[in-house]
């Protein structure tokens, strides 16, 4: 009896509680489990959870049956949290274009959406994003595959405070779309377009100065598109992983006119020759760190090159290249007098004395035989809401 008369006492106590204090309490839960433990308490209790709830993420179940009955629950949850300003619904293949009109109640809130795998939203889908969320900064829309520059337009037009946009495979874009993003969206920095094939580089004319970040790997950029790309002036990281060629020609050199350029990933470019590393070694002057493992186009006058112009150099990848000899590795240690780490391993040409020879020369150099696929700052963080 004791004990039930505690329990409403309890209960009497609480419900004197406003919601604004309630509120203020939710938010100083630090353990998503607290959170969730606090929306348990009473059906009030529940309502203040989704008022204070911040971000909503839905896991990918691998299970397309359980993957449309998540999609039924959004427009519930969304009317539930009003006050959202981060949703991931990464991975749910079965997402329909109708579940993001539920967006709309987010509105002005919203700064940050990934639709990463979503390859069931179409343009009417991010159109209707467009006109609910206007003050998205963080748009995620990798594998989108029925994304198209008609919907790139709509979401240009739609939300002109876009900073960080992931297009990594949506493989319906072309330069039309880039080119609108660049248009209405004068303070993108960072852009993915790994994998978008149908791009030239030549939607990138008239880039802003604040592009600092772009990843470009597996593309098909032509010579005249490179110019593009680096004609804003504000590239900092630069990511041209196995850039191909339409022309089987070189047309690297023109990123020579990146001068801000700070990290530039080369790897596997097998077009890449001596002239462009020479153009890109003197007209870079702060490069920082360069891969260019397995591009056997650099013979001796591209690694002279490195020597003689990359003063800033602190990491350089050298991995699997055919045409570093022993002489190119000592001019190397003759020059680049910041340089900290150098990757290499399976270079046909250099032999245990030259490789012994550099080390003596550059004891402070940290020799590496592992190759590294990525490098420079991480996706997660530029994608991430400050």
Same mark, same amino acid.
């Given at each position: ?13 609480t ?10 309490i939710?938010?100083?839960?630090e353990?998503?489990?607290d ?15 989704n008022?204070?709830r911040?971000?909503l993420t ?5 299970n ?20 959202l ?38 343009d009417?889908?991010?159109?209707q ?9 963080v ?13 790139l ?8 405070a876009?900073?960080s946009l =992931? *297009?990594?495979s !949506?493989?319906?874009i072309? #330069?039309?779309? %880039?080119? $609108?993003i660049? /248009?209405? +969206? ?22 802003p100065?604040?592009l ?9 950029l ?11 002036g ?27 350029l700070?990290?530039? =990933? *080369?790897?596997? !470019?097998?077009y890449?020759? #001596?002239?462009? %590393?020479? $153009?890109?070694a /003197?007209? +870079?002057?702060f ?20 020597r ?9 990848h ?20 910041h340089?900290?780490?150098l ?9 245990d ?6 080390t003596?020369?550059?004891?402070q ?5 592992d ?8 996706i997660?963080?530029l994608?991430?809401v400050q």
């Amino acid at each position: 009896m004791e004990r039930d008369t505690t329990d409403v006492s309890l209960e009497n106590y609480t419900s004197y509680l406003s919601d604004d204090c309630l509120l203020s309490i939710f938010n100083r839960l630090e353990s998503e489990l607290d959170r969730n433990a606090f929306g348990l308490t009473c059906r009030n209790w529940l309502k203040v959870r989704n008022i204070g709830r911040k971000s909503l993420t839905f896991h990918c179940s691998f299970n397309p049956k359980t993957d449309k009955e998540h999609a039924k629950c959004i427009p519930k949850l969304l009317a539930r949290s009003p006050c959202l300003n981060r949703i991931s619904l990464a991975g749910l293949t079965e997402l329909p274009d109708c579940a993001l009109d539920a967006l709309r109640m987010s509105g002005s809130s919203m700064r940050s959406l990934s639709l990463y795998c979503c390859s069931g939203i179409t343009d009417d889908g991010l159109a209707q994003v467009a006109i609910g969320c206007p003050n998205l900064v963080v748009v995620e829309l990798q594998s989108c595959f029925n994304i198209t520059d008609a919907g790139l337009e709509s979401l240009s037009k739609g939300c002109h405070a876009l900073k960080s946009l =992931n *297009l990594g495979s !949506c493989t319906g874009i072309s #330069d039309r779309g %880039v080119s $609108a993003i660049f /248009s209405n +969206c004068s303070n993108i920095c960072t852009l993915i377009i790994t994998g978008c094939r149908r791009l030239s580089g030549v939607g990138f004319r008239g880039s802003p100065s604040t592009l600092h970040y772009l990843e470009a790997e597996s593309c098909m950029l032509s010579p005249d598109g490179l110019l593009d790309v680096v004609s804003g002036g504000g590239l900092e990281y630069l990511n041209l992983h196995k850039l191909g060629s339409s022309t089987g020609l070189d047309g690297l050199g023109g990123l020579a006119f990146a001068r801000s350029l700070r990290i530039l =990933n *080369l790897r596997m !470019c097998r077009y890449l020759t #001596d002239d462009s %590393v020479m $153009a890109i070694a /003197s007209g +870079c002057p702060f490069l920082e760190e360069w891969n260019l493992a397995v591009c056997h186009g650099v013979h001796l006058p591209g690694w002279s090159a490195i020597r003689l112009y990359c003063n800033k150099l602190r990491v350089l990848h050298v991995n699997r290249c055919r045409n570093i000899c022993d002489q190119s590795l000592l001019g190397l240690g003759n020059g680049c007098p910041h340089l900290e780490v150098l990757h290499i391993n399976s270079c046909v040409k250099i032999t245990d004395n030259g490789l012994a020879l550099f080390t003596i020369s550059r004891p402070q150099v940290n020799i590496r035989v592992d190759e590294v696929m990525s490098i420079g700052p991480s996706i997660e963080n530029l994608f991430r809401v400050q």
